[in-house]
């Protein structure tokens, strides 16, 4: 669990430079599910998902930096720390697979970042060494406690905005963001059922917790933001006794509830968030009345509309 006075305190670090986005009622997914249910728009954020809140508490963190700071990300995390160091006034360097969508890569190079491609995540990984001995700050997409208690930020807003929620609905890759979200609600409320969506091919999580043991994975789901190789330990940890459960939706259910919130939500919500609807619709019962669903990001690669 992250400590709930982390996630105060990056709350005041990062809110001058993030958006506080809405908590709605949504009609069209009310009536899908037959319960009263709010989607927090987070796709509205600053480069158009939750990644700067995390970025920016992670850059502050580091104290006094040398030449500037490096991360790996082919999505959401690079368009994050770039924003970040253009607003902290940092520079960032990106390792990046070369297969990355145009649609990332213009939205990292926009805000002032130098990227450096590599043919795959894993080679971006290993890049990174060379980069921290030429003096360059490492940074990580998710496996970082300020990164997780600045992504805590958006739970604090959610308490706020729908203070009679029953459930939260939110989808994990590596974890940073369910793992701060997660720790700001349960602090406030412990009767809040909490549902962590994978998607198949992006299942890091729920294969670890059927070893028994962090397992690693390649990802292959559509859902690329969720295509993290494994899922940090603190988010496995909390799975066992801060979860309620963790679900699994395919790849044609994310993307059937991502064309539904865009052509009936009018929400564009990338495979990544728009799994959390399939998975509330595949809960049933199990659902209470009153949930919030996460909408973590609005990034849809060109063509998947």
């Not at 607003?87 to 969508?101: C, E, I, K, W």
Request: charged share 20%.
């Amino acid at each position: 669990m992250i400590d709930l006075r982390d996630i105060q305190d990056a709350r005041l670090a990062v809110t001058p430079h993030v958006v506080r986005t809405p908590t709605v009622v949504s009609s069209a997914v009310s009536r899908r599910l037959g319960r009263r249910t709010r989607l927090k728009l987070e796709s509205l954020q600053v480069t158009g998902s939750f990644k700067p809140r995390g970025a920016i508490n992670q850059v502050l963190s580091k104290g006094e930096i040398d030449r500037g700071v490096v991360g790996v990300s082919g999505g959401n995390f690079a368009q994050g720390l770039a924003y970040a160091g253009h607003q902290l006034g940092v520079p960032v360097t990106v390792v990046m697979p070369s297969q990355t969508p145009a649609n990332y890569v213009e939205g990292t190079r926009v805000w002032g970042a130098e990227i450096m491609f590599v043919d795959t995540i894993a080679e971006a990984f290993d890049a990174v060494p060379g980069l921290v001995a030429d003096g360059w700050t490492e940074t990580h997409p998710f496996d970082d406690p300020a990164m997780m208690a600045g992504n805590g930020t958006l739970g604090l807003e959610i308490i706020e905005e729908a203070p009679d929620l029953t459930d939260l609905v939110i989808s994990v890759g590596g974890g940073g963001l369910i793992a701060g979200v997660a720790s700001a609600v349960r602090a406030v409320r412990h009767d809040v059922d909490i549902w962590a969506v994978e998607t198949t091919g992006a299942d890091a999580l729920s294969r670890s917790i059927e070893a028994g043991e962090p397992v690693t994975i390649t990802p292959s789901s559509v859902a690329k933001t969720l295509g993290s190789p494994y899922t940090a330990d603190v988010t496995i940890k909390m799975a066992q006794v801060v979860f309620e459960d963790v679900l699994v939706v395919d790849d044609d259910a994310a993307l059937e509830a991502m064309r539904f919130l865009a052509y009936r939500g009018n929400v564009l919500a990338e495979p990544a968030a728009s799994c959390t609807l399939a998975a509330a619709e595949q809960l049933g019962d199990r659902l209470g009345e009153r949930p919030v669903l996460v909408i973590c990001g609005g990034n849809v690669e060109p063509g998947l509309l």
